[in-house]
């Protein structure tokens, strides 16, 4: 990195992939140092400068790092953060003609990592509205690891309940589905309702039971037991004028292919067309004004990949307004 690109990116401000931090006095810690890079390094990666104030002026690096060798630096910090998976960490001493700055590069950690002493934190927006390292809980981490692909949530049995849990109607539109898919396995939709949840995943056998998983409750669970244990699971579809006014607000928490068939009903009804005409013999053809393809995407991106492990008293996803 050269000078200039240094003060273009301190020129930016800090973001939540760039953090500056002061190194006067007695030094930046060695605590502080590494709370700063896993901060970054659960979050998303990116550039930690030291040596620079937080309004961006640059104060130099402190005598005690300038010793110090960039390598070095990064090696020390790569060999005290704990976890399974360290980050890539890198390190480049930049001069300037306010003094050397520190940019460390930290790539995003494909599991979650701590300091010497344990401490877990990640960058993020704190409860006054300012950048800052915030401690992760047990809860989040979990859902920390689930976006790092390391746990997948859906597979998550649920040994308390049983077979029971899953609706016969819904399983029954599973069915339904499979068999208007041209690329599906038509053969699955000729099973019985415990064959099919085993072969879809929707239950486990555990202890000789049947016991349905996060993904079963999600396609085929009732509403019942949808808002008892999977609160996060509700969907709003809400319709908007043109200056902006609501003019439809439902709500529901349903399993995801019945949540698909209240879209599609929801959305076709508000799809509006216009014909337009091709060529000099005046063939017309009808434009959709948003494509059900993108629409169909859009769903997806709403419900499939969303983070069901977080548990609110209330939230809900709100599909795209067209």
């Not at 709370?35 to 309004?55: T, Y």
């Not at 700055?101 to 927006?125: D, E, F, M, N, Q």
């Not at 508000?270 to 434009?287: D, K, M, P, W």
């Amino acid at each position: 990195m050269t000078e200039q690109e240094l003060r273009d990116l301190i020129t930016e401000g800090e973001t939540l992939t760039v953090e500056f931090k002061s190194d006067r006095r007695d030094g930046l810690s060695d605590a502080d140092l590494q709370e700063a890079v896993v901060c970054l390094a659960n979050h998303e990666g990116g550039h930690l400068l030291v040596g620079v104030e937080d309004n961006g002026r640059i104060t130099r690096l402190h005598p005690k790092h300038l010793a110090s060798t960039p390598s070095a630096l990064a090696s020390a910090l790569r060999n005290f953060l704990l976890g399974s998976m360290p980050p890539d960490i890198r390190c480049q001493f930049v001069p300037t003609d306010g003094g050397t700055v520190a940019v460390i590069h930290v790539r995003r950690a494909k599991a979650p990592v701590s300091t010497s002493k344990t401490v877990t934190l990640r960058r993020g927006i704190g409860p006054d509205n300012k950048l800052q390292c915030l401690p992760i809980g047990p809860d989040e981490l979990v859902s920390l690891r689930a976006t790092r692909g390391l746990y997948d949530h859906s597979a998550r049995p649920l040994p308390e309940l049983g077979f029971d849990a899953l609706s016969r109607a819904e399983l029954d539109r599973i069915r339904s589905f499979i068999r208007t898919r041209p690329q599906a396995t038509k053969s699955l939709a000729e099973l019985g309702d415990q064959d099919l949840a085993v072969s879809l995943k929707l239950v486990v056998r555990q202890e000789g039971q049947l016991v349905p998983t996060i993904l079963g409750l999600l396609l085929a669970g009732t509403a019942e037991i949808l808002e008892e244990r999977i609160p996060v699971h509700s969907v709003a579809l809400q319709d908007l004028d043109a200056g902006r006014n609501v003019t439809a607000n439902d709500f529901y928490r349903e399993p995801l292919l019945r949540i698909w068939e209240l879209f599609k009903g929801f959305f076709m009804a508000r799809n509006t067309e216009r014909e337009v005409s091709l060529g000099l013999n005046l063939q017309r053809t009808a434009i959709a004004r948003y494509p059900r393809r993108a629409v169909r995407e859009a769903f997806a991106n709403a419900l499939i990949h969303r983070d069901y492990t977080l548990w609110p008293k209330q939230l809900r996803t709100k599909l795209p307004n067209f």
